[in-house]
């Protein structure tokens, strides 16, 4: 069944199909096991109240393919079923494949144990407690060994097969396959805008200048990392893992992106890919997307100056058009927390894009994050402020295009949270020509302008 495309992306934008910049704002489903489905209505309903438009849905390899080549229908079924009902609540979804540390075993997330089980060594002795979640699990021989494997076999293990094929691209197919799989099983969701590629990528020992004396070859309590790579003559050659600057987002991250996203486009042109690998983003329908994930000190404010940590953090904000994830570090502090989350958000405001915060935490005033915002515009935003004093005040400007006046469909919309407007609003300054229709009980003012030009829009609380 063929879809026609919900957005298309323009100088690293996302647009409409009624040719209007979009902006979300969302939050991340990170949990691998899936909700029933009699508790869809309230948790969309809720997300809903709170100006969420958007789900970055997470899943893991392990769960569709839980055996080479075997699918879990029942598992994908059930997704579907719960993205159809988000639909309802106009909630779009990104399908994002969860990658943290290759696998649950070595205290991460992501793959299948059937991987590393193919390559005939048991790793589970690297990790004494298994199936705990452990960042510390990115540093262990097994989970390095398997990123290498999957992006860089072909260099750094050659000859190394698993069923015949070379270990690179037999984990690659699987992979690649298995997300494919998951496009097919939900073409029908109308609501999915599109597929990340991969979270929380490692390179594994790509780059690791001398093996032998990094950090994490110091644990002896398992010698079978020496004897794999000891075979490829990792062990006797300090620079085995060496590489050049950027290598491996040109030579290995980026040619395996570009087959992921080639594969699943075959099917599904009306797909946004969302990813931070560089060098991808002028592919078609690929939008620039990276998530902030820098620890604040404890105790402390994530922002000791208003553009600190976070500023530095994103990598290129001129290319940055979704923020993937975001949270506080400060959770239990709930002065700290709030803080942090509200100064997320004023920075969302300020660079103009979209955002989905990591999870909402249900314990701090629902007013931290949820905050009045232009979902699509028919123009170019400007400018989008909102000052918290006595009374609310919300501005934006923008370029205005002139919008049909037959229908609504192509009108600006605005979301008016009744959590910050609880008696209404008024307003204050309308610099423009067009007619503002106001629908409180959607939370949404809608405008339609009637001449193209430079306008301002100023709203308060009554």
């Not at 029933?36 to 438009?53: M, Q, T, V, W, Y």
């Not at 560089?278 to 997307?289: A, C, D, P, R």
């Not at 604040?296 to 000791?304: E, I, R, S």
């Not at 809608?446 to 306008?455: G, H, M, N, P, S």
Request: overall charge negative; aromatic content about 14%.
């Amino acid at each position: 069944m063929k879809q026609d495309a919900l957005y298309y992306v323009k100088d690293n934008t996302l647009f409409d199909n009624q040719n209007r910049m979009t902006f979300f704002r969302g939050c991340n489903y990170t949990e691998t096991e899936l909700f029933p489905i009699e508790e869809a209505d309230s948790r969309f309903n809720k997300l809903l109240l709170k100006g969420c438009n958007l789900i970055r849905w997470g899943i893991t390899w392990e769960k569709v393919e839980p055996e080479p080549e075997a699918y879990n229908e029942e598992y994908l079924a059930n997704l579907r079923n719960l993205i159809k009902k988000a639909d309802e609540y106009d909630i779009k979804v990104i399908i994002e494949p969860l990658f943290s540390c290759w696998c649950k075993d070595f205290g991460g997330i992501g793959a299948p144990a059937w991987t590393y089980e193919k390559i005939g060594i048991n790793f589970k002795a690297e990790n004494k407690e298994t199936g705990t979640w452990s960042w510390k699990g990115a540093e262990n021989y097994a989970s390095r060994t398997m990123n290498t494997l999957f992006f860089a076999g072909h260099t750094f293990a050659k000859g190394l097969k698993i069923d015949g094929d070379p270990v690179q691209d037999y984990l690659q197919e699987h992979f690649i396959n298995a997300m494919n799989h998951t496009a097919r099983r939900l073409k029908d969701c109308e609501n999915i805008i599109g597929f990340g590629i991969m979270s929380d990528i490692s390179a594994g020992y790509i780059d690791t200048k001398n093996l032998l004396e990094s950090d994490f070859a110091k644990d002896t309590e398992n010698q079978n990392w020496k004897d794999f790579w000891g075979q490829f003559g990792a062990i006797t050659t300090p620079d085995y893992f060496a590489i050049k600057e950027g290598d491996f987002n040109t030579n290995y991250l980026l040619p395996f992106a570009e087959e992921y996203v080639e594969t699943l486009q075959k099917k599904h042109k009306h797909y946004i890919f969302f990813t931070n690998i560089k060098g991808i983003e002028n592919t078609e329908n690929v939008l620039f997307s990276e998530g902030y994930n820098k620890s604040a000190p404890k105790g402390k404010t994530l922002f000791a100056k208003a553009d600190t940590n976070f500023e530095e953090t994103i990598s290129d904000w001129k290319k940055t058009s979704l923020l993937t994830e975001f949270a506080s570090l400060n959770v239990g502090n709930t002065a700290k927390e709030t803080e942090d989350t509200k100064a997320f958000y004023d920075k969302i405001d300020e660079k103009l894009i979209s955002a989905c915060i990591l999870n909402y935490n249900e314990n701090l005033d629902s007013k931290c994050y949820v905050r009045p915002y232009v979902s699509v515009m028919a123009g170019t935003l400007v400018k989008q402020e909102v000052i918290f004093d006595k009374e609310v005040t919300f501005t934006i400007e923008w370029d205005s295009n002139l919008c049909p006046t037959s229908s609504g469909d192509a009108d600006t919309e605005i979301f008016i949270p009744k959590v910050w407007f609880p008696n209404g609003w008024k307003t204050e300054k309308f610099d423009g020509v067009g007619i503002l229709r106001e629908v409180p009980e959607q939370q949404k003012l809608y405008v339609k302008t009637l001449e193209a030009r430079r306008c301002k829009l100023i709203i308060k609380s009554v």
